[in-house]
């Protein structure tokens, strides 16, 4: 993928996070729960991918506090991964997710 290309993906990024944080503000969108101690799993050839870590204040009381989960597919087109850090805002299929610290998988 060229610089080109992959800086609009970032601006993209940047974008839908300003619009989800505004929706957040604004109250016309939610946060599902925190997802901690996150890392990357399941590339898919489409470029999706899941994360996996501990969620907590699930909103939907589906998980208790610290539980491992792994989230729906991602959009690596709307998430690319090199945005994503502590603090980005991450929908899935049903989901918001705040993500919290990240583990460096080596």
Known sequence: MSN???EKEIKTFEL???SLEARII???LEITGTIEKWFFMFTGTDGSYNITGNIYND???RFGDGTSIITSSINARDYPKESLKEGT???TRNST???GE???II
Do not use: F, R, W
């Open 59 to 61: 909103s939907d009381h």
């Open 16 to 18: 839908l996070q300003e």
């Open 102 to 104: 990240q583990i460096k």
């Open 97 to 99: 997710y705040l993500l």
């Open 4 to 6: 080109m290309a992959i």
């Open 26 to 28: 604004l109250g016309t």
């Open 89 to 91: 805002i991450v929908c």
